[in-house]
């Protein structure tokens, strides 16, 4: 009787054992996965499993949710259904946190000011200035609706006198080729499709707009997890030094995940600091981003873009 009853406890046991490690495995982690234009650490991170390596051992597992749409990172995170947006625009962030998203920056995932651009096919546009009248379309509430009011304003040229047509990429850049639109606010493959098809860049972020993208963490995911943000900027760090290690491997997963060729990966690659530091200069850009969304009523109240990261 003692070993029936010493065997059924130990059976017992071990049920509660495998119970409590099915519920441990059960903890679940969002990151988004956002590969274009050419986010190299996010492409590397997925192939190589550095986020599963990271967070497996703490018990979670590791899900990329591809949400390219900065807006909708914030939805799904203010859903509770992300917990990492890592890759999202520093506008789209800084809108969701003025609405009152509990959202944080882990660190910069980016700065591309040169990667962000207006193109145009006619040869009569040589400047902003002569836009004046023209169609541009392009996403509002973004780097690149930043970039074409600040183009203007190099200018001296009044908001209101382009029309600024709300439109996604792909259609806008649709759009020039078709010819029923003066200029479309591009970036990355879709801006070199539109220059492969006879457009050209008119201006693009240099000098204008740093193309800001930033490491997003839920608020509530930090509650749960202390060094989330610390974690997710290692991690990032690891996936640019095997990046810097292995330069060809690099390129070639980058093709695969892409379409891009590897000739266009590398010169692309040039156009892009990856490097998570926030430095004084992208709280800066950040803060005069905030102060552009506060000046077009696309953000309700300031935030002050120091006070949200983690430290």
Same mark, same amino acid.
């Given at each position: 009787m003692k070993k029936v009853f010493a065997l059924g406890l130990g059976v017992l046991m071990s049920l509660c054992l495998l119970s409590a490690g099915a519920g441990a495995a059960e903890k679940s982690l969002a990151i988004t996965y956002v590969k274009s234009p050419l986010n190299i650490? $996010? &492409? @590397? %991170?997925?192939? @190589? !499993? @550095? @986020? %599963? #390596?990271?967070? !497996?051992?703490? !018990?979670? $597992? =590791?899900?990329?949710? *591809? &949400?390219?749409s900065g807006a909708q990172q914030s939805q799904a995170m203010a859903a509770g259904s992300v917990q990492v947006a890592n890759c999202i625009g520093g506008t789209s962030l800084l809108i969701a946190a003025a609405q009152g998203l509990d959202i944080r920056i882990a660190g910069i995932y980016s700065r591309s000011p040169k990667s962000f651009c207006l193109v145009v096919k006619d040869p009569a546009i040589r400047s902003a200035a002569d836009l004046e009248g023209k169609k541009v379309a392009g996403p509002k509430g973004t780097v690149l609706h930043q970039l074409l009011l600040a183009g203007l304003k190099r200018e001296g040229v009044e908001a209101s006198r382009v029309e600024h047509i709300e439109m996604g990429i792909p259609a806008a850049v649709a759009a020039l080729m078709s010819g029923s639109i003066d200029g479309a606010l591009a970036a990355g493959p879709l801006a070199l499709k539109a220059l492969e098809g006879g457009a050209r860049v008119l201006f693009n972020g240099e000098g204008l707009v740093e193309g800001t993208i930033v490491v997003g963490v839920s608020g509530e995911a930090l509650k749960e997890q202390g060094d989330l943000a610390k974690r997710m900027v290692d991690v990032h760090r690891r996936a640019l030094a095997y990046a810097e290690e292995h330069p060809e491997e690099t390129v070639k997963i980058a093709s695969e995940e892409t379409g891009l060729s590897p000739e266009q990966v590398r010169e692309m690659a040039k156009l892009y600091d990856f490097d998570p530091t926030v430095r004084p200069e992208d709280l800066a850009e950040l803060e005069r981003t905030m102060r552009f969304?506060? /000046? *077009? !009523?696309? #953000?309700?109240?300031? =935030? /002050?873009? #120091?006070?949200? =990261?983690v430290r």
């Open positions: 650490p $996010s &492409i @590397l %991170e997925k192939r @190589l !499993g @550095l @986020l %599963e #390596a990271e967070f !497996g051992p703490l !018990g979670y $597992s =590791v899900s990329h949710p *591809e &949400i390219t969304l506060v /000046d *077009e !009523g696309l #953000a309700t109240r300031f =935030v /002050d873009p #120091a006070s949200l =990261v």
